[in-house]
């Protein structure tokens, strides 16, 4: 079993900062790629950013040269630092585990934290 746990969301003015926090549990395997998603109210979840197993990162356009996601090997955390952050940012941000084990394709969902941004 993993257990995903996210932190860090909270209300933030147009144009500040936020920093988002997954700490991974359980049976973690080395092999894995951590990511971020979000879902606005009335719209389906979307790709916000991947990083997997050596470091490659992945971005939706939306985001790029805004947010950057970064780990924590030893602790198993993922990170996602995000500035510059618009209302259209507005959205709960839910952590993301995935990995093959022996039984096939394994995916992990966190609770979600929730960004809202407004003056």
């Known amino acids: 079993q993993v257990q995903l746990v996210e932190s860090g969301g909270g209300l933030v003015q147009p144009g500040g900062s936020l920093r988002l926090s997954c700490a991974a549990s359980?049976?973690?395997?080395?092999?894995?790629?951590m990511g971020w998603y979000r879902q606005a109210p009335g719209k389906e979840r979307e790709l916000v950013a991947t990083i997997a197993r050596f470091g490659s990162t992945n971005y939706a356009d939306s985001v790029k040269d805004r947010f950057t996601i970064s780990r924590d090997y030893a602790k198993n955390t993922v990170y996602l630092q995000m500035n510059s952050l618009q209302p259209e940012d507005t959205a709960v941000y839910y952590c993301?585990?995935?990995?093959?084990?022996?039984?096939?394709?394994?995916?992990?969902w966190g609770q979600g934290t929730l960004v809202t941004v407004s003056s």
């Open positions: 993301n585990y995935r990995t093959t084990t022996s039984r096939g394709p394994l995916e992990v």
């Open positions: 359980g049976s973690i395997s080395s092999i894995n790629t």
